[in-house]
Structures are given as structure tokens and as C-alpha cells.
């Protein structure tokens, strides 16, 4: 079964930069894409980008386009996010989680980790 840990998470001042690991094992040949995705207290969980491992391509919610970056480095099983240009209402637990691809529903994607926490002061 996939198992995901992120880490990297921490308080950063509004318009700093943070950048995300996402550290994978058990990722299966069904499995073909690496989603994160954040939890702001009292709100739903949000897709914020993704990337497939079957054609490297990716997707990003509108919010941050042109802000954060999706990459992968097969060597170390690990999928980052590079966040810039960070807003305080970003503030947030930031979790991965992978599925067959890129899909846009949150129930193709599981199990979920613990999360890192990312806090954006203003």
C-alpha cells in the first residue's frame, strides 16, 4: 500500500517562500500521479497542484498558478512543492496523497498522512 510523509512545513512571513517534500513508498505501477493538497481549520480540503509520474505533466488550482511549482525526483521517491509569494490565508495543513492520475475529486485520492503545517504571518 502507498504511504506518504510530508515534511517541510513552518511559519513563514506573508510574500516568503516554502518549499514542500513529499517522500513516497509503496507507489505502485496503478499508481500515476502525486496531488497536494491543504485543510484550512473549519474549511474543506482543497487540491492545490499535482503531477502525473506516467507523462510529468501538471496541474494547478487558479490561486496559486504562477506561484508554486510541482516537481519530482524519481532518485529519491519525493515530490516537492515550491511555494513563492505566500499569502496569510494559505495558512494551512498541507498534505499528498497519490492516485491512478490526476483527477480533480479528493476521493481518488489515499490514504492520507499526518500533514505539515505551514503558517503564513502578515
Known amino acids: 500500500e502507498v504511504q506518504l510523509v510530508e515534511s517541510g512545513g513552518g511559519l513563514v512571513q506573508a510574500g516568503g517562500s516554502l518549499k514542500l517534500s513529499c517522500v513516497a513508498s509503496?507507489?505502485?505501477?496503478?499508481?500515476?500521479?502525486i496531488g497536494w493538497f491543504r485543510q484550512a481549520p473549519g474549511r474543506e480540503r482543497e487540491r492545490v497542484s499535482c503531477?502525473?509520474?506516467?507523462?510529468?505533466?501538471?496541474q494547478y488550482a487558479d490561486s496559486v498558478k504562477g506561484r508554486f511549482t510541482i516537481s519530482s525526483d524519481n532518485a529519491k521517491n519525493t515530490v516537492y512543492l515550491q511555494m513563492n509569494s505566500l499569502k496569510p490565508e494559505e495558512t494551512a495543513v498541507y498534505y499528498c496523497?497519490?492516485?491512478?492520475?490526476?483527477?480533480?475529486?479528493?476521493?481518488?485520492?489515499?490514504?492520507w498522512g499526518q500533514g505539515t503545517q505551514v503558517t503564513v504571518s502578515s
Open positions: 509503496g507507489f505502485t505501477s496503478n499508481d500515476h500521479a
Open positions: 503531477i502525473s509520474t506516467f507523462d510529468g505533466s501538471t
Open positions: 496523497a497519490a492516485a491512478a492520475k490526476c483527477v480533480y475529486g479528493l476521493a481518488y485520492f489515499g490514504p
